[in-house]
């Protein structure tokens, strides 16, 4: 799916700040910063008005930058509480209250795509049925790994690779596929994430489907 513009949930958007590939998602993806929207509380969540806070949270000055980058340009996630599909997917277990209005927020617009770092909140929202099932396509949702394969086909894999490995506190899996002790070579990460999508697919019932899989085995 090519979406007009992306949510992104806390998760992915501190990654993306972390590893220094908030502009370069955008530009894998074919849009701009403010195609992005993030959830209104993430600015106090990562302490953006408190440039020390801010500092000890993501762990550099590159992380800063991006994420007063981020919050800058990107709109905020607007969902009203009232809206049947808000309502039929609150008390899901495992879905907290910012996956869930990123959920209906989705399935509002047909034209958004979704970036999560939330695997637990994609394993609970393929058990949501009901009228939510059918108000959203689980091709608008990318994983944060089927993210970084995105930026990686862009950029390269050495590109991306040096960024990942630069900050191996980011996220375990993502710094496993890419190599602790030693670089991996690009086979090496491409099983890493198909292996990490596979998992995901099943765990989701079959529903996520990883566009860099399709993209290899299509």
Known sequence: MSAKRY???????????????????????????????????????LHAANPAKA???????????????????????????????????DGTPDIDGGELALFAALCEDDSAGLITGDKRSLVALCKVGGTVKGSFSWAQILCLEDAI????????????????????????ALSSIFGRSV????????DGLISYLNDLHLKTAGKYQSPYVAGLFG
Do not use: T
């Open 55 to 89: 500092l000890a949270k993501l762990g550099s000055a590159l992380a800063v930058e991006q994420l007063n980058l981020l919050v800058a340009k990107a709109n905020e996630v607007v969902v009203l509480v009232e809206s049947a599909n808000y309502a039929l997917l």
């Open 183 to 190: 670089a991996a070579d690009e086979k090496a990460i491409s």
């Open 7 to 45: 949510l992104l949930d806390s998760d992915a958007a501190k990654a993306l700040c972390q590893y220094g590939l908030v502009q370069d998602m955008a530009a894998a993806l074919g849009v701009e910063l403010a195609d992005f929207s993030v959830l209104a509380q993430l600015r106090f969540q």
């Open 149 to 172: 394969a995105i930026i990686i086909g862009h950029f390269g894999w050495g590109y991306v690779s040096a960024k990942v490995r630069a900050r191996p506190d980011v996220n375990s």
